[in-house]
């Protein structure tokens, strides 16, 4: 048995729970976008001639912007569960803005970057994103605050008959 204190328990490490946060985030915001889209029956963009470069774009862009943004959170001494509130704005708006510039770097016009950023900000695939980015948030906040101890196996307790 170990005599290091930190061996009796403690909050997950700060970089530990970013990883874990944000790989739950890709998770949830891509099968959310997936079951919402199969939901109401439309493809997530739907204008026409974009391709697949404006949601590749939008999710590299969110996904920066969530590890960015709670990184900010989790690395404070006593974070707050207000960090994934403002994770899920930022990756809210980072989607948004991903989604726009992808349909620029396409060659669509404006106006049809325009119409594929605002469809995502005025419907459900919106909800999707901020909701994805406040659960993973949460989530990795949560592994930071935790104070309990690890799990054990009842054959490792000390005190076996």
């Known amino acids: 048995m170990s005599t290091r204190p930190d061996a009796e328990g403690g909050p997950v490490r700060p970089l530990v729970a970013l990883a874990f946060a ?3 985030f890709i998770a949830l915001l891509i099968f959310g976008l997936g079951m919402v889209s199969l939901a109401i029956g439309e493809a997530v963009i739907e204008v026409p001639g ?4 404006p ?4 999710t590299i862009l969110t996904t920066a912007a969530f590890a960015g943004t709670l990184w900010a959170a989790v690395r404070r001494r006593s974070p707050t569960y207000w960090g994934a509130v403002w994770t899920a704005g930022a990756c809210y708006l980072a989607y948004v803005v991903g989604v726009w510039f992808g ?10 970057a325009g119409s594929a ?6 419907s459900w695939f919106g ?3 901020a909701a994805a980015a406040l659960v993973a948030a ?4 949560a592994l930071v605050r935790t104070r309990s101890q690890r799990p054990r196996w009842p054959w490792e307790d000390e005190f076996d008959e």
């Open 22 to 24: 944000t790989a739950a």
């Open 50 to 53: 974009l391709g697949q470069l």
């Open 55 to 58: 949601g590749i774009l939008g």
């Open 103 to 112: 349909a620029v770097v396409t060659g669509s016009d404006l106006a049809a």
């Open 117 to 122: 950023a605002g469809r995502i900000a005025t």
């Open 127 to 129: 909800v999707v994103v």
């Open 138 to 141: 949460w989530g990795g906040i």
